[in-house]
């Protein structure tokens, strides 16, 4: 459930780049010329703060808007309802606050947020147990794949309950094929001709929502998916929109989880060293009892938070760096940002790459992976907090960064200590990314990784099962984080 909604466009992302990764551009901020649009980029850690404290005159939500109505393809009077006090200068009422302040509300910690967790995690255990080979066998599976199928039905499951549109394969099929051609949707170029193929998808996914909330299906769903619905309703939405806005938040609820979890994955399997470091963390964080002659392990995601930093660790430096997000801001009014006059009606941009990869923030080693780099001893090795930009920042700083971290690790950390797994090929290699989708702040691989899996040594004959306590303790892995667990 990684933020998607701010993510720039490819292309633009390489060329901001490689403008950066080259010097050829030293400023602290730059203007990028494009067709029609005027766009600046924010370089350093210091004005992306000086940005987001500017949140009115420097804002999100008009270019959420203009995204979901795009993407979803939702009717004119939809759209009139989204731009009503889109940015809240009104108050906090309309369709945009009203959405925002529903998902803050069901994805902090607590109950409501606990209760998806606990869905997913059960899901998760099952898929896993599916996966599991007979003892002395071993099983092949494309794991991008793998871990794209799992994850899609445990988060979905924990989302929309046991109604859950995507429990048919058919619906999950047509939102892959529409999330995977985003791009010919969003040019808007012809897009009856140049992105039926996506938009047919769509339109079967929207109108498999739409049968759901006609048969009472969010009834038994979580917080999250009845408070955005009511805040829909109550700003009366028709059902028919209601349902296309919902293909679009699935957009951020499932498309970044699964490059996260597969990086990780494959980073700790081709390096053997730090895959048992992980696993001496795992196991001892891990409950064993005994019944009857079997063993079972149970691992508590609750423990994990305090009993695995390595495993914490690596995963925020898997969003470093992989990530390739970019927050995304429209100038409503002339104003300066430091010393420079922006000017109204300018897009600005602050890419998460540039200050990830930036060596006089990370050090002489930026350009590798480093396990250890979030360790809390390594703190004064590493630049402040706000230079991690794994969750975006400010007011539009994720509000599922828990719940997705929690599935994260729950897959990662129950997968490496079930299983063995390596490469059918003779070699671990990371895929090329170059195609990578216009709506995942993580890079996605280009092919998948057929592997083989078996049973971890010296544990096959376990028994394995997950748990969570209350949610009250959160993974403090962003400044936000950082600030409320001090309070």
Not at 209 to 235: I, M, P, T
Not at 407 to 418: D, K, P, Q, Y
Request: charged share 25%.
């Amino acid at each position: 459930m990684l933020s998607s909604c701010e993510n720039s466009p490819l292309h633009t992302w390489h060329a901001i780049t490689y403008l950066v990764s080259s010097q050829q551009v030293t400023s602290p901020i730059f203007t990028l010329s494009l067709p029609g649009q005027k766009m600046y980029v924010a370089t350093t850690p210091e004005l992306i703060q000086a940005i987001e404290k500017q949140h009115k005159i420097l804002t999100f939500p008009p270019i959420g808007a203009k995204f979901a109505s795009t993407v979803c393809g939702t009717s004119p009077d939809a759209q009139a309802i989204l731009a009503k006090n889109v940015n809240g200068d009104e108050g906090d009422f309309s369709l945009s606050m009203e959405s925002y302040t529903a998902m803050r509300t069901a994805l902090k910690p607590g109950d409501h947020m606990d209760s998806m967790n606990l869905v997913m995690l059960q899901e998760i255990a099952e898929k896993l147990d599916l996966l599991q080979p007979d003892n002395g066998e071993s099983r092949i599976v494309g794991i991008y794949g793998w871990l794209r199928d799992a994850t899609t039905q445990a988060t979905t499951r924990s989302v929309y309950g046991p109604m859950n549109p995507y429990g048919d394969k058919a619906i999950v099929d047509a939102f892959w094929v529409f999330e995977s051609s985003l791009m010919s949707i969003l040019v808007g170029f012809l897009s009856s001709i140049t992105a039926k193929k996506p938009i047919e998808a769509r339109n079967k996914v929207a109108k498999a929502f739409e049968a759901c909330h006609k048969a009472g299906g969010l009834k038994e769903a979580s917080a999250y998916a009845q408070k955005r619905y009511q805040a829909e309703v109550d700003n009366d939405v028709p059902l028919e929109d209601i349902a296309r806005y919902e293909v679009g938040g699935s957009i951020a609820i499932l498309v970044n989880t699964v490059p996260a979890a597969f990086l990780a994955l494959v980073i700790l399997y081709s390096h053997q060293s730090l895959l048992e470091k992980i696993r001496q963390e795992i196991d001892d964080s891990t409950e064993t009892s005994s019944e009857g002659g079997s063993v079972t392990k149970t691992i508590d995601i609750t423990a994990l938070k305090e009993g695995c930093p390595l495993l914490l660790s690596s995963y925020q430096e898997v969003l470093r760096h992989f990530g390739m997000g970019s927050s995304v801001r429209e100038v409503m009014e002339d104003t300066y940002l430091d010393r420079w006059l922006l000017k109204k009606g300018a897009m600005l941009q602050m890419p998460s790459r540039v200050i990830h990869q930036d060596a006089s923030l990370w050090g002489p080693d930026v350009a590798a992976f480093n396990p250890r780099r979030f360790l809390p001893e390594e703190k004064n090795n590493r630049p402040r907090d706000v230079c991690f930009r794994g969750f975006g920042g400010g007011k539009t700083l994720c509000p599922g960064r828990h719940f997705a971290t929690n599935e994260v690790l729950s897959v990662v950390a129950t997968f490496v200590a079930r299983f063995d797994m390596r490469p059918c090929e003779s070699n671990w290699k990371l895929p090329n990314t170059a195609n990578t989708n216009v709506a995942v702040v993580i890079m996605e691989p280009d092919k998948d990784i057929q592997v083989k899996i078996e049973r971890r040594e010296g544990f096959e004959d376990a028994e394995w099962a997950i748990k969570l306590h209350k949610s009250d303790k959160t993974f403090a892995i962003v400044t936000e984080d950082v600030m409320e667990t001090a309070q």
